[in-house]
């Protein structure tokens, strides 16, 4: 499989092959790797999730409400600190 990067993405690349003393596809199969990994992991949560609200196992709440609770949070969390 060949894979194209940009002169940036590349650069940064071969900078991470000196300091590690890996091969490129050494560090690119890793990095994709662990995407995957992530990627199967979040799409888990998120069919979960739709699980849940389908259910109404999970109460679905307004953007506004979302914001409103997170800023009070962390209002709180700051006054604790």
């Given at each position: 499989?060949?894979?194209?990067?940009?002169?940036?993405?590349?650069?940064?690349?071969?900078?991470?092959?000196?300091?590690?003393?890996?091969?490129?596809?050494?560090?690119?199969a890793?990095a994709?790797?662990?995407?995957?990994?992530?990627?199967?992991?979040?799409?888990?949560?998120?069919?979960?999730?739709?699980?849940?609200?389908r259910?109404?196992a999970?109460?679905?709440?307004?953007?506004?409400?979302?914001?409103?609770?997170?800023?009070?949070?962390?209002?709180?969390?700051?006054?604790?600190?």
């Open positions: 499989m060949q894979v194209n990067l940009s002169p940036d993405l590349s650069a940064r690349l071969q900078r991470w092959t000196e300091e590690t003393g890996c091969s490129p596809d050494e560090l690119v890793d994709m790797a662990g995407y995957l990994d992530e990627l199967s992991r979040t799409r888990k949560m998120l069919d979960t999730r739709y699980d849940g609200v259910s109404g999970v109460r679905l709440i307004e953007g506004e409400d979302a914001l409103r609770k997170l800023k009070e949070r962390t209002q709180a969390q700051r006054r604790r600190e």
